[in-house]
């Protein structure tokens, strides 16, 4: 079955750096466009940037563009979200998604993994 495992979540100091990786298993990994989503506390959940399958094409939500870059290793099946100059309102649990050919929307997610962006 599907499955999707975030890692590299933490605290950091404003203005700091992490690493987030997701490895994918249980489908064709190259074949699909994936996603990052996050959820701020007591908020919704927010697109935060996107990836086509060669990882050629790469979007970002305009409150992460500049500071956050998404990519892809199709032989280790693994997402990667660099995020850089963070934030307080960075804060959140993010998630990483794939997204059913169209594509549009997100068919699966992980269970988080958390990002506190705090001094």
């Known amino acids: 079955q599907v499955q999707l495992v975030e890692s590299g979540g933490g605290l950091v100091q404003p203005g700091g750096s992490l690493r987030l990786s997701c490895v994918a298993s249980?489908?064709?990994?190259?074949?699909?466009?994936m996603y990052w989503v996050r959820q701020a506390p007591g908020k919704g959940l927010e697109w935060v940037s996107g990836?086509?399958?060669?990882?050629?094409?790469?979007y970002y939500a305009d409150s992460v563009k500049g500071r956050f870059t998404i990519s892809r290793d199709n032989g280790k099946n693994t997402l990667y979200l660099q995020m850089n100059s963070l934030k307080s309102e960075d804060t959140a649990v993010y998630y990483c998604?794939?997204?059913?050919?169209?594509?549009?929307?997100?068919?699966?997610w992980g269970k988080g993994t958390l990002v506190t962006a705090s001094s």
């Open positions: 998604a794939k997204v059913p050919l169209g594509p549009v929307g997100m068919d699966y």
């Open positions: 249980g489908f064709t990994f190259s074949s699909y466009w």
């Open positions: 990836i086509n399958t060669g990882g050629e094409s790469t």
